[in-house]
Structure formats: C-alpha cells, structure tokens
C-alpha cells in the first residue's frame, strides 16, 4: 500500500499563498496518479487538481485554474499544490490522493477511483 501525510495548512488572509505538501511512502512505484480533493462541511467532496506521476500531465478544476499549481518530484516521492490568490471560497480541508491504475479520464474526478488518501490539512482563508 502506499500512505500520504499531507502538510502546510493553516490560517491565511485573503490574497495569501499557500503551498501544501503530500509525502508518499511505501510502494510509490505504483503510483499513476496522484490528486488534490478538498472537503468542507456539509459538501461533496471536491476535485481540485491531478498529476500524472510518470510524463507529469496535469488536471485542474475550473474553480482554480490559473491560481493553483500541482506539482510533483518523483525522486522524493512528495508533491507540491502551490495556491495562489485565495479566497474565503478555498477554505476546506485538502486531502491528498493515489490511484496505481487510471483507465480513463473521467475517473480522475471520482472519489471512488483512488486507492489511498492522506489524512487531510486545513485550509481556512480569511476575509
């Protein structure tokens, strides 16, 4: 299995950056696919962005298109979600997540494709 301690929450100002960690260990090498999701109370848990582990293509939400950026260095299995601009719109807990085996496109959105998730950091932007 493979297990992810995200970090790097906090308490920001809106117009604050933000960048959040996700630490991988155990069997990174069968990771395909790692994604952001964030949840706030009462809501359906969110896609925010992905990252294909090997070729690095990345997938974004429309909600933060231009103001977040996903990245990752497969050497120190960690991956990075540069936010920038935030609102009080962004505040949620973020969790981090793999999938060892995407088939299609579509799934990258769905909860219920990935494998693991880390167990979340707080994100909470004030006005």
């Known amino acids: 299995q493979v297990q992810l301690v995200e970090s790097g929450g906090g308490l920001v100002q809106a117009g604050d950056s933000l960048t959040l960690s996700c630490a991988a260990s155990g069997r990174t090498f069968s990771i395909y696919t790692l994604a952001w999701f964030r949840q706030t109370p009462g809501k359906e848990r969110e896609f925010v962005a992905s990252i294909r582990w090997s070729g690095g293509s990345t997938v974004y939400a429309e909600s933060v298109k231009g103001r977040f950026t996903i990245s990752r260095d497969n050497a120190k299995n960690t991956a990075s979600l540069k936010m920038n601009s935030l609102t009080p719109e962004d505040t949620a807990v973020y969790l981090c997540?793999?999938?060892?085996?995407?088939?299609?496109?579509?799934?990258?959105?769905?909860?219920?494709?990935?494998?693991?998730w880390g167990q979340g950091t707080q994100v909470t932007v004030s006005s």
């Open positions: 997540a793999v999938d060892e085996n995407l088939s299609f496109y579509s799934q990258l959105f769905e909860t219920t494709s990935y494998d693991y």
